[in-house]
């Protein structure tokens, strides 16, 4: 039964979806949707996802939406996925997935904003708002300091002291690494006071590798695009 | 092993835990935890979710927050939950995950707002924000709309067309039904147009009687006395 998984590489839900999937040998055929130009719009992209969001999977005849469920899905649904990254005990994957519950109106609430609000703006087509910026780096760096502070405690390097990553681990890094495209500057105020996060997400990139790196590819080509045109803008000025 | 739920009644997310349970004859000790009045934050409860929000749940030793987390758990940890609540097919379970993956940053984002800026600012030591006010409004109209053409779909009373109700249909119903504390023509406004989702929320009522009313007679009572104080208002004006 074959696998086809809608996304777009600039989409972080959609990047830890084909990390996944390339980290346990899913086979699934890769079909890029771009919301930059309102592909997610269109009426085609609509009969698999009406929210016009990716990523999206379509699995036989199975149509499926939103991340964590279809990371949470997969990991269940093909045989041979460690344990680790959804475990079968019901307490340890009750706790993965308060993690994933709690990641949308924090974590993910705030940088998706912010690097909308700043660097994508422009490309989305709308005008950069410096008020919703500074909300959402807020709410950006409270969740930060929840992830250093709470869910960084404990004896493993990962999420929840686990001694291997799980898919909140690459949901939430696959989140925060969108803060590439900001100007480095922004990077290091928001990222720098939170050493154990830049430790974590060392190490789930290189639990992760070589997708973690091929699969953010794209993301990188972004960010120096972004990063010519503000010194461009600079010179200018 | 003992089942202590932190909650409270003016709390959407607490309600359907409570229900739930109820629903479910699973015996659990209700610790009520006021954040009107900030107990959320006090260090006692901070030992059971840092997040300083309720409901949360210790079962045993074992503690949880985050309420999607929360019935997913019970559903599965507790004997002799009929399936239908959080089914044991891949497929089936995947779509409710879906539902409320989709819920936080939709009719969660919107629903909550609106209420916490406009009825119940007072109560949380805010001020009535008429800004927030519209964009939440508008959120939860698109999401409203959302469940009446997409999520109703099929030819069952609940969510995803089925014939009885799931976690997903608990969750967003009791969402729903905070509306309840804002002035009635601002209710008609926003639930007027779509008579799927009120047709639903009278079966999700229906299927979870005696229970669903019992645990939401203190919304009605705030909702009486927020009503009294308009009225005052409006007279003294």
Redesign the interface.
């Known amino acids: 039964m074959g696998l086809k998984v809608y996304g777009h590489r600039m989409s972080q839900p959609a990047r830890a979806v084909y990390i996944f999937c390339k980290m346990n040998g899913i086979e699934f055929e890769e079909i890029s949707v771009n919301f930059f130009t309102k592909k997610t719009a269109s009426p085609v992209f609509q009969e698999i996802n009406?929210?016009k969001q990716v990523p999206a999977i379509v699995h036989g005849t199975?149509k499926?939406?939103?991340?964590?469920?279809?990371l949470?899905?997969l990991a269940?649904?093909f045989p041979g996925v460690p344990d680790h990254w959804y475990p079968a005990d019901?307490?340890k994957?009750?706790?993965i997935?308060?993690v994933?519950?709690?990641h949308?109106?924090n974590l993910?609430?705030g940088a998706l904003r912010l690097v909308q609000a700043v660097a994508l703006a422009p490309k989305l087509g709308r005008q950069p708002n410096p008020q919703v910026a500074i909300e959402a780096e807020k709410l950006l760096s409270e969740s930060l300091e929840?992830i250093e502070t709470?869910w960084l405690q404990g004896s493993g390097p990962f999420l929840l002291g686990n001694s291997e990553p799980s898919i909140a681990d690459l949901s939430l890094v696959c989140e925060i690494m969108q803060l590439e495209v900001l100007d480095d500057k922004d990077i290091d105020r928001i990222l720098g006071p939170h050493k154990k996060v830049q430790q974590w997400m060392e190490d789930t990139k290189t639990a992760t590798k070589p997708h973690f790196e091929e699969i953010h590819g794209v993301l990188f080509e972004v960010k120096a695009e972004l990063q010519k045109q503000r010194l461009l803008g600079a010179n200018n000025a």
């Open positions: 009406p929210m199975f499926l939406f939103e991340s964590h469920a279809i949470r899905y269940c649904a019901l307490q994957r009750a706790k997935d308060s994933l519950d709690w949308h109106l993910r609430h929840k709470f």
